[in-house]
């Protein structure tokens, strides 16, 4: 357990259909990412917040996937209109603003859209 | 343009040392890690390098060259517990670009 979590764990949806996960990331990390990552692949960046400030964007979002973090805490990840692609496991991540820079990983929300 | 090369799979014995292997061309870099993944889990961080030279950390060791964009991560003494995917990544700036991973199979 790294001390990020995640929620839900597995998320099924008919296409057409909005979701949102939402991730609380290691308390005093001021970074928070989320990827997306699919089966044989690595991570997918998607984007990135400083505190509450969305600093990039991934060209891989379209303006279906919408991402906050209003007080700089915890974020939620909004898909609307699912497509069967972008069945996925999003994970999300947190670091310091500082140092090495590596990124603790959160357990991942399992999405399938059918 | 960012590209991190990696074998896709590779099979070792319980007991053995396996090196894999990770070159890369990016943009910008501001070092390098490994990430462990099991199945169905999340990425853990494995080590991070820098400077050129050989990192040792137990039986995980991870070498970087900055001139020729390479790098390796050394496992000693295979357990079947280190069956996983181990991901190559390079920082740039705030962010990390991860390769797409090698499979390692622990034959008993």
């Known amino acids: 357990d790294t001390g990020v979590s995640q929620d839900p764990r597995h998320k099924i949806t008919k296409r057409g259909q909005n979701v949102t996960f939402r991730c609380d990331p290691i308390?005093?990390?001021?970074?928070l990412y989320w990827y997306r990552q699919t089966l044989g692949q690595g991570p997918e960046f998607l984007t990135y917040f400083q505190n509450e400030a969305q600093l990039e964007k991934s060209r891989l979002l379209s303006d279906r996937f919408s991402a906050e973090r209003p007080k700089g805490s915890f974020s939620t990840l909004e898909i609307q209109r699912t497509e069967q692609g972008d069945s996925a496991m999003y994970l999300c991540?947190?670091?310091?603003?500082?140092?090495?820079?590596?990124?603790?990983f959160g357990p991942g929300t399992r999405l399938t859209v059918t | 343009g960012q590209n991190i090369d990696q074998p896709t799979e590779m099979t070792a014995t319980e007991g053995a040392i396996v090196q894999i292997n990770c070159t890369y061309q990016t943009s910008g870099f501001n070092g390098l890690f490994w990430y462990q993944q099991h199945a169905g889990e999340a990425p853990t961080f494995l080590s991070y390098n820098v400077l050129d030279g050989l990192e040792e950390k137990g039986r995980f060791s991870s070498f970087l060259s900055r001139s020729k964009g390479y790098s390796y991560l050394l496992l000693k003494e295979l357990q079947m517990k280190d069956s996983a995917s181990y991901l190559c990544?390079?920082?740039?700036?705030?962010?990390?670009?991860f390769g797409k991973g090698t499979r390692l199979h622990i034959l008993p």
């Open positions: 990544a390079v920082r740039r700036d705030d962010k990390i670009i």
């Open positions: 991540a947190s670091s310091l603003g500082q140092g090495r820079g590596e990124q603790y």
């Open positions: 308390s005093e990390h001021n970074r």
